[in-house]
């Protein structure tokens, strides 16, 4: 089954979220073949700029414009599609169009798996708002009822990536995901994001330090980069590890 | 990776809880190829035996060897070996000599994954001492320093199977295993156990029960019985899913 | 205390969990002899009518149609009256005219025990926004300045019925509840509910197992089928058990 | 650092919060010097003035205009400046007007510490909701792209302050703050709350109850009261107590 | 079922902890005619006799007897039998002898209900201990090998009563015990503690406000006072309640 | 109350764990003229001394040897006399002596602060050995009653040091220790760990990702270097912070 092309959908609250958290993941499955497809809620424009603000003379127009090319640029080198939905940030804001319209994308998409934020972030409450978003839209997209034309969404996995400060949002970790083969494509990837380039070093740190971990954890020591992942659903196998 | 022959390691309080708790874990291991050695640290004769002791003129002797002979028949069909320490049980009791006996087991059988109890049973204090002496041993069986002459353990993951309450024991499901194709081995694994024999139906009732989630929860209609197991540590791999 | 006439109110979001989840406690309770009130939000029409989904033709309005004749006939049967607030599902949607019936409902019935859904299920968040929604309710109908022509309610205990993967929803037992005597009118009950006619044979064998799990925490053999039950608030009483 | 004015603010759901659970809290501060900020979202009117419904012909604008001027005289016995946001009770009702006004008085404050309540209380989701609040409008006060001709905030710590049954709502004590100098203001500043008088023993109590926890945790003597306090954000410094 | 004359076993680290957290229970049920037995591992005589080592020339003879001569008091008073296991005290040492002697005093007395300590309490691991040799010997005491002319204990209830600080030991209240028309025993028999006679304004206050937690949670306003106990296993019945 | 001269005391299971984990605590307390005692429980020489056993002809007295050798050398550097019990590793075995041996330090050093390991690290049962006996040792030096003739014990804060794998052990960040100042100290006290030096710079890159932590919480951007501290003891004062 692992052969088989996947569909994976990461659904992100700000432009810049997707590229930090989980680049590594992207890279690694876009490497496999899979079809990887990331819905950006919002462009972080007010919250997560602030290299772009720090400029003189800037607008939230031109930062949004900004922040578009940035994650752009930064989907296309990881290998992914990317819908910006464009909803606002601090607060993100999804009203039922929006909501509606991230069903549709679900229902297109169809993914294996889906990437988001943790559910409690007290540091950020649109991450949570996304986690929640993600849930309940996921639980549309798999009602039978709904929009009956179209074939529902069976039970896709939703993996949540490592936040800022993990401790602080009880993220346990399921999966420490080896990305030491495409490092240097996330790492292109994060060179793209110009609004927040303070987090290049912080990031490539910490895929060092989940490298360490994944081979204390595995015994294979030719992991030399890794990202860490929640997943909150079981895993359905065969497979005893 | 997965095609690889793996050593699987069951850690058993008693002598029936292999059977009923990860029968199919490792009947679906042994199908595979993979080699499975249960660990049994004692008979459970005096708290796990009601069907025995109900007999008259029952001598924990007696017990003892009728529990030998049920749980090296369980073992046989589904096709594990089986070691019996004979420690004593409620309470269990696992001195030096057997901690550094379990040692030595896991230094040999080398397991990629070992499955035994949760940490925290209310019920029953013996699962928990197994839990407890299996990470200590399994910790001393790493160390570089511990018989040198001896190549140290790697890093087995660990899980732990479904115990009778599990609400009450902080249970969670991490892996629902699909035992649809072994799911008669298990039966007649079961059926040896005449020392507790009321349990067949509520453990094939309960595979059912997994068997219906894990079709919710993968959308793969083909499954019929499942098993219930937490993971101790995170997994380390490349697979999104 | 216990012989007197009580108010219970069961909180459902769809219209088919108070059968599944709660038919037990709805039959025990009408038995001795109290009012038991069954509010069902939706009537689950878009993503728990699976069975009607699968006829030809079939529409929104003879799905709704059909699922309150069904949740009618249940209710009847375990001996519950029924309001259905028709709010629609997969999201529930619960605008300030609906809260203030509930709030209203509560103020009618006045009950000494609430049934309904845990706080956090994955799976579903109309089941969250249900037990939100009661709690809530709940408090503004205890409010003393809120209609104060009208008394405000008690300190009505809140169960929360089983859930379908009670582990992934962090699910407590606090009460196994003896539905020995009643199990049969739940059967009959479940055999109304036609759109998901595959839960019957489910939910019978897990009343089973909570049956041998309440022998095993009583010792009263008798007790042959149990539903579980997790409660919020705390008991006041000077019984000690 | 301790030698500066700091900024506290107290962020409290209904009018009388700020008093009993926050009161020593404020009074310390305002007499070391700092400023001190109460905003009060209601007056809890409807749920928490039991004292004012029981006289006769009492109206809603009557509760409210007591409740302002109770409070108003609280908080200034305790040495704060008081915000009342008349956003209504049971339940709160914080829309985007009001939401964007709390930013603001945020950026005006530009608070070292907010005090507020925990973010689950089963029995007062309106203390949730404030809780909440907070934690999005400190997000957004925070924003550098959030009205860009004024400062953003920084990162200040969240105190939350003891709820009235704190088993309950998984309140941990991270601080137990000594208030014994300052006992006497908050006690009249209780005796000002004429519609909830019957909890002024309760929290004079409660408060020895702590001073004896404080003592117990400190070796200290000397302190016969004080306020169990949580912190959600770390501390950062160099002291190592 | 409760017009039953029960057993009750209040299972105790130290002399005074069945006094100060659990007198008012034990009262309640003596006075409904239930039989009552205190087992009292040690006289915590290094560690909880604050009073008499204060006193000149006290040695741990002394402490010892006046110690056992407060707690027979108490438990006279409060209509309990007492057994002193004499176990020592800081920390508290069970070796197999005590362990079967609690084991032995379990199938006598064939408690229906057990009252002890918390599992995890950082300031006392005494009370750890405690908590942890009740489940095993409970465990031991039920099981139908060991012992075999005696009759096996059946599934008896364990409550654990407040500890001093239950923050701090992640404490639920599940029971929130009326003791309204026993205080007064109570007192009488915190008032034999010389020992530790500053705890008496202590709990009771504690109870005082655990009384009033109970008007909250009941609407029953007759309760002045209460004992909060936590519940380890589920009720199995059929109240709702 | 700051200014005063402090004791800390240390306690680590091995010989190198204060070193990694605690090495910037140690280097602060005796940077500002605190008393800073080192307690190493074990040299970890069979478990944590990868590197000696890698060389030839390696026998376990010469890694105890190199590990005093270097743990003195770590200790001296960072500011801290050091007590060396020798009590073995994996597992590590106190025993009553070497218990009551702990307890005398405990009364000799009578700390303001202890820093020890987590309560539960599922990879390293020694670290969970050192915190139990850490919780034991400071119950028994606090009793009057022990050693009659020597002060007892106050109540020292115990703070808990980072885990190499935080989330694992449930490890919540309470304290973020500003080590920027000292880290060139904390550096040349790890040069010394010739065993463990492939840990140097993974601890180096933590040290500088919790620095950017520290920075988001404080706003204080002069931190470049920080440790993460758990705190078990809630924090007695009249700081708001």
């Known amino acids: 089954m692992t052969t088989d092309k996947k569909s994976i959908v990461v659904f992100s609250a700000h432009s810049g979220d997707f590229v930090w958290r989980a680049g590594g993941a992207i890279a690694v499955s876009a490497a496999r073949g899979d079809d990887v497809h990331v819905i950006c809620l ?15 003379g800037m607008t939230i127009e031109n930062v949004r414009e900004k922040r578009l090319a940035e994650a752009t640029a930064a989907a296309e080198i990881l290998g992914a599609s990317a819908d910006f939905l464009d909803l606002g940030d601090y607060p993100l804001n999804v009203d039922d169009e929006a909501f509606n319209h991230v069903v549709d994308l679900l229902r297109r998409y169809r993914p294996d798996t889906i990437i988001t934020h943790v559910a409690n972030d007290p540091y950020n409450r649109d991450h949570n708002m996304a986690h929640e978003v993600l849930l309940r839209s996921r639980m549309v997209a798999q009602a039978m009822g709904h929009k009956t034309e179209d074939p529902p969404l069976g039970a896709p996995q939703v993996l949540m990536f490592e936040p800022h400060q993990p401790e602080m949002c009880n993220f346990s970790v399921d999966l420490i995901l080896d990305i030491t083969e495409v490092f240097d494509v996330k790492l292109k990837a994060m060179q793209c994001m110009g609004a927040q380039s303070h987090l290049i070093e912080y990031y490539t740190e910490l ?35």
């Open 42 to 56: 919002s462009f972080g424009e007010r919250g997560e700029s602030q290299g772009l603000w720090k400029q003189d």
């Open 207 to 241: 895929a060092v330090r989940r490298g360490v971990q994944a081979v204390r954890n595995s015994g294979n020591s030719s992991i030399s980069h890794a990202e860490a992942h929640a997943r909150l659903f079981p895993v359905v196998g065969s497979d005893l590890v």
